[in-house]
């Protein structure tokens, strides 16, 4: 059990850093321990990140068959958060804001899978057309990650929602937040990927059509 707990802090560590063949070596080697231990949390920790882990690298069915066949409740919030996020992953953005909408909804949601559930609530509410729904989630992220001491457990899901960042940054009322969460997690890979991300203020008063144009794009 300390070997496993031990293999969870080198996983995040490796997922914080970007270093995916490492994180999956890790994983691997955890849920062959996990599996014979049969520690409900640490089965259900291992589950998800490895369900994450493979949904990221774009094998969508082996992470959805990992989470449920090593997860021993499929029920369990933090399962639920992360079917949700598989599902925005694969742009089914209604069946994603309902399981991640669920998933807010349970009192046993940890923070940490709280904070990432809103954020890619934010992104597949964007994407379903519901701009008020996505700024009300994105806001209550924003609010909870300038209390946040780990703040850096969230750098890799703000480099991954590229346009989510790049909206909040257009947004008058968000921007502030946004930018200090950035300079706080220094997230120059998201601004090298994006070079749009940085901050622009628009107050435009026009009279009949209003049309703005932005590096020759309307």
Same mark, same amino acid.
């Given at each position: 059990?300390?070997?496993?707990?031990?293999?969870?802090?080198?996983?995040?560590?490796?997922?914080?850093?970007? /270093? *995916?063949?490492?994180?999956?070596?890790?994983? =691997? $080697?955890?849920?062959?321990? #996990?599996?014979?231990?049969?520690?409900?949390?640490?089965?259900?920790?291992?589950?998800?990140? +490895?369900? $994450?882990?493979?949904?990221? *690298?774009?094998?969508?069915?082996?992470? !959805?068959?990992?989470? +449920? $066949?090593?997860?021993?409740?499929?029920?369990?919030?933090?399962?639920?958060?992360?079917?949700? #996020?598989?599902?925005?992953?694969? =742009?089914?953005?209604? =069946?994603?804001?309902?399981?991640?909408?669920?998933?807010?909804?349970?009192?046993?949601?940890?923070?940490?899978?709280?904070?990432?559930?809103?954020?890619?609530?934010?992104?597949?509410?964007?994407?379903?057309? $519901?701009? #008020?729904?996505? !700024?009300?989630? +994105?806001?209550?992220?924003?609010?909870?990650?300038?209390?946040?001491?780990?703040?850096?457990?969230?750098?890799?899901?703000?480099?991954?929602?590229?346009?989510?960042?790049?909206?909040?940054?257009?947004?008058?009322?968000?921007?502030?937040?946004? =930018?200090?969460? !950035?300079?706080? +997690?220094?997230?120059? /890979?998201?601004?090298?990927?994006?070079?749009? #991300?940085?901050?622009?203020?628009?107050?435009?008063?026009?009279?009949?059509?209003?049309?703005?144009?932005?590096?020759?794009?309307?």
């Amino acid at each position: 059990t300390p070997r496993a707990y031990l293999l969870t802090v080198e996983a995040e560590l490796h997922h914080l850093t970007g /270093d *995916q063949a490492a994180q999956l070596r890790t994983l =691997q $080697d955890l849920r062959a321990l #996990v599996e014979g231990l049969r520690d409900f949390e640490l089965l259900t920790w291992t589950a998800t990140r +490895l369900a $994450d882990l493979y949904s990221r *690298q774009g094998e969508h069915s082996r992470a !959805l068959d990992s989470l +449920l $066949d090593l997860a021993p409740d499929a029920e369990h919030p933090s399962v639920t958060m992360t079917r949700g #996020v598989l599902l925005r992953r694969r =742009q089914q953005h209604a =069946q994603a804001a309902e399981y991640l909408g669920r998933a807010l909804a349970t009192a046993g949601l940890g923070e940490q899978q709280r904070v990432r559930a809103l954020l890619h609530l934010a992104e597949a509410q964007a994407a379903l057309g $519901d701009g #008020v729904a996505s !700024l009300y989630s +994105l806001r209550e992220a924003l609010a909870a990650l300038i209390r946040a001491r780990d703040r850096m457990l969230y750098r890799p899901d703000l480099q991954e929602l590229t346009n989510l960042v790049q909206r909040a940054l257009l947004d008058p009322d968000l921007a502030p937040d946004m =930018q200090l969460v !950035l300079e706080k +997690l220094a997230v120059r /890979d998201t601004e090298e990927r994006v070079p749009s #991300v940085k901050p622009l203020h628009l107050r435009v008063f026009t009279l009949g059509r209003a049309e703005v144009e932005r590096g020759g794009e309307r």
